[in-house]
């Protein structure tokens, strides 16, 4: 797939993920992996971004396999964006699929 197509929805797709349940980061990257060809480095630092503005906190939690690991927890603020994030995409895809399904009608 396209990685400017991947880069663009990854943020979407990191924030519903974390909406939906506290996931560190190994497990984001492996349920994106499902669906998305991508790349372990292109999360983390998306993930340290979004926290710091605003959009996740953090906590450690003990792990059976190794150290704690970091957890994600969506914030009020990160909510909003997302709900932001998902009507621009509906918008968008939307405006793509009826161009490409032939609807160039003006």
């Known amino acids: 797939m396209n990685p400017q197509f991947k880069k663009g929805v990854l943020n979407l797709c990191?924030?519903?993920l974390v909406e939906?349940?506290?996931r560190y980061g190994y497990e984001l990257v492996q349920a994106i992996s499902v669906k998305v060809a991508i790349s372990e480095g292109a999360v983390y630092p998306l993930l340290r971004r979004l926290t710091s503005e605003g959009?996740?906190?953090t906590y450690l939690k003990e792990s059976?396999?190794?150290p704690p690991r970091k957890y994600y927890t969506?914030?009020?603020q990160g909510k909003r964006h997302l709900d932001e994030l998902r009507a621009e995409w509906e918008l968008f895809t939307?405006?793509?699929n009826e161009l490409i399904e032939g609807g160039d009608d003006v």
């Open 20 to 22: 939906k349940d506290d």
């Open 64 to 66: 059976a396999e190794g």
């Open 74 to 76: 969506i914030t009020d």
């Open 55 to 57: 959009y996740f906190t």
């Open 14 to 16: 990191v924030l519903a």
């Open 94 to 96: 939307t405006g793509v």
